[in-house]
């Protein structure tokens, strides 16, 4: 799985979202990825979620890869869930999502299974934590 697809938080999708609790300013995330037989491969990120993020959903639900779609989005006392399906290239990506979003923190799951071309199918488990540390930094 591509390094830098773990560490992006973007989303860009056309569905509709419950008004998000998320604040905007600058977030932190770790992902783990545990993998069948290997060791989990942990990553951090550092993001700056604007308001207008949130507002069009662009940051506030992570995904494994880019060019994803959602679909099955419900929220349900805090809990948010989804479907996604991501194309990078020739690797496919689709799975399920399971994630609770408060004002300051978030934290959740992602069930991903990928395949390169005509490669065998393998699966993950993306589980992700994220913080508000301050506001946005300046660049």
């Not at 869930?81 to 399971?98: K, L, P």
Request: aromatic share 6%; charged share 25%; with cysteine.
């Amino acid at each position: 799985m591509n390094r830098a697809a773990l560490l992006v938080a973007a989303l860009a999708v056309n569905v509709a979202y419950a008004a998000s609790p998320m604040q905007p300013g600058q977030w932190d995330s770790t992902v783990s990825v545990a993998r069948a037989g290997r060791v989990p491969l942990i990553s951090n990120d550092s993001d700056c979620v604007t308001q207008k993020d949130i507002d069009d959903g662009s940051k506030s639900l992570p995904k494994p890869g880019d060019n994803c779609t959602l679909s099955n989005v419900a929220t349900t006392n805090g809990r948010t869930t989804y479907d996604f399906a991501c194309r990078d290239d020739d690797v496919v990506r689709t799975g399920h999502a399971d994630f609770v979003i408060e004002a300051t923190r978030y934290e959740g799951k992602l069930d991903v299974t990928s395949k390169k071309g005509t490669g065998p199918e393998s699966t993950v488990t993306m589980v992700w934590t994220a913080r508000r540390t301050s506001e946005c930094k300046s660049p």
